[in-house]
């Protein structure tokens, strides 16, 4: 039996995944990112002046500064609404990506739509749109999927893929089955690119290759080492029951290095983004030189955003800095030739 309609609790889990983020640490207990097992090799003498380097990178025909992707995070509530319009602000000063959360909440109650309306303040940026792919198993399909991107005026849809999630939620919609199809049908349909994206668990090499022949124009790994989801969802389980369940996958997942590596070897002409426990901008100029496009961070993200837009701008610009740097010292005077920069696994 399938249902369109959201539960009564849909804006309260909103509020309750901002606030459990903002003040519980959940962040994986024991499985990292992967990225500190890889070391770039320093050049001492790179033959570049820091000032000329060019960190832009061009993904959907739009050309931006930098390969930051303000990774989706809210939405549906009060209190994302301005979240989303600080990372708005910041995001078209600098020129970065942007993913939205999921607009779920507003496709069934348009009321909802404001807290994700940001072009009036960032009428220029790639723009993402973001819905659950298995909410094509409970009525939705390419009707609300241009829905999502007509809302917010988006450049590309999101479709994420967050199983685990969903499987922990008491509440949960947790019939997957027969989804390729519907996703390949939205991909084959919707006027603008479709991405698949994972939530912080990341897509093994055979799940890209599925998505790609169903065709996705990107995949975001969104591995794991960062913020675990079934850490945030013990945080808010109804019963013992469901907060023990959830606990015994706070390690779960493919580390956010190998998830980039397995989506490049299985598409290797597709566009990967990279996103999963990224925290400065060494992490990001390491997921290039594995084979990423865009990469992108959220926790650190929702942390300033839940300050200023200004705290935000101070965020892009320390993670362009640092990025930057990296590119110097490892001779690469733009991201083509930092993804053949020598990256070394550590033992």
Known sequence: MTKVTETPSTESRKVDHIRINLEQDVQFPRLTTGLERYRFLHQALPELN????????????KRLLSPVLISSMTGGTTLAREINRNLARAAQRHNVAMGL????????????ADSYAIRDVAPDILLFANLGAVQLNYGYGLDQCRRAVDMVGADALILHFNVLQEAVQAEGDIDFSGLLDKVAEVCAKLSVPVIAKEVGWGFSESTVHQLTQAGVAAVDVAG??????????FHRAPTAFHARVARSFADWGIPTADAIQYARAAA??????????????????????LGADLAGLASPFLRAASQSSEAVETLILELNAQLRIA???????????????????MP
């Open 224 to 233: 794991a080492g960062g913020t675990s989801w079934s850490e945030v969802e």
């Open 101 to 112: 959360g999921s607009q779920r909440a507003a496709i069934e109650d348009e009321t909802l």
């Open 327 to 345: 590119m110097l010292c490892t001779a690469s005077p733009d991201l083509m030739s930092l993804r053949s920069a020598a990256l070394h696994l």
């Open 268 to 289: 290797p002409d597709l566009p990967v983004f990279a996103s999963g426990g990224l925290r400065d901008g060494i992490d990001i100029a390491k997921c290039i030189a």
């Open 50 to 61: 820091l000032s000329e380097i060019d960190a832009s990178a061009e993904i959907f025909g």
